[in-house]
């Protein structure tokens, strides 16, 4: 199990839906997909390794939630701006968290 935060730690988080505009394969990578994702007031880039689990075709046009104000960093070449929630299992099967309803893109999570 991680360390235990408070819950001011955890409002400290921006987890937001984003709904995933364009998915494109990182050239010259074996894993990383780069993802345009729409929160409503603003779009932003994540570079995520998931080409192992999804092709951009089953990502484009869902909604998916994500963490805004992580560090932005860099990775092949490329800006990261904020980074897809997922979950993995035992197996190693991975599958991005999503909405039960359809809510409004940039709803707040907390």
């Known amino acids: 199990m991680a360390e235990e935060i408070t819950f001011d730690y955890f409002g400290k ?16 990578s074996k894993k990383l997909i780069k993802i345009q994702v729409d929160f409503g007031s603003e779009r932003r880039q994540c ?25 932005r960093r860099m990775l092949a070449g490329l800006e990261s701006q904020c980074m897809i929630l997922a979950a ?5 099967n991975v599958s991005v968290l999503q909405p039960e309803k359809d809510i409004a893109d940039g709803s707040k999570i907390g």
């Open 88 to 92: 993995e299992d035992e197996a190693g």
């Open 47 to 71: 570079i995520a390794g998931l080409l192992k689990f999804y092709q951009p075709e089953e990502l484009a046009g869902k909604k998916c939630v994500f963490l805004l104000n992580l560090q």
């Open 13 to 28: 988080l921006d987890l937001r839906i984003g709904k995933i505009l364009e998915v494109e394969v990182v050239p010259e």
